[in-house]
């Protein structure tokens, strides 16, 4: 029973943890492509940075994830085995989602201050690995 425990504890964290990083890691991809492109194209910083701020929603559904699992993990700790897998896999997700969310984001805004008009294009093609985080998220609800 306190194995369960501990280890649903450390799924809690996972989740968080990963999406959290995978959040991090893909905005300052992106910004680290805006902050070139303001050189370039410094009007369209907007646009910059919506496509930067894009890939933080990851880390939100981390955060949903991790408070939908602890009311689980409380009412139950024997659920601790369950959340360690869904923390795990939700988190992987969330991450690899963020960053390669944060790359797709990255290319608009080199194309954006090149003068191309690909912001919607890019906001398009950004929501597909999105998707695939808000799939985690709702396997995750549905536990």
């Known amino acids: ?4 425990t501990v280890l649903g504890y450390i799924g809690l964290g996972l989740v968080l943890a990963l999406a959290g990083i995978g ?17 370039k194209k410094p009007e369209a910083s907007g646009s910059y940075m919506v496509l ?6 990851q880390g939100i ?3 949903v994830a991790f408070f939908m699992m602890l009311s689980k993990i409380k009412a ?8 360690f ?14 960053i390669r ?7 608009g805004i080199v194309g954006v201050s090149q003068g191309h008009d690909v912001f919607t294009n ?8 999105e998707f695939y985080a808000i799939l985690g998220l709702v396997g995750a609800l549905m536990v």
């Open 23 to 39: 959040s991090s890691y893909g905005t300052t991809i992106a910004g680290n492509a805006a902050e070139g492109a303001l050189k």
């Open 122 to 129: 890019t906001l398009i093609y950004a929501a597909l690995p």
């Open 101 to 107: 969310q944060g790359q797709v984001c990255a290319n």
């Open 61 to 63: 559904y981390g955060f």
């Open 85 to 98: 897998g869904v923390g795990l896999c939700v988190g992987l997700v969330c991450m690899l989602s963020a």
């Open 52 to 57: 930067s701020a894009l890939p933080a929603t």
């Open 1 to 4: 029973m306190v194995l369960e």
């Open 76 to 83: 139950d700790p024997a659920n601790g085995l369950v959340i």
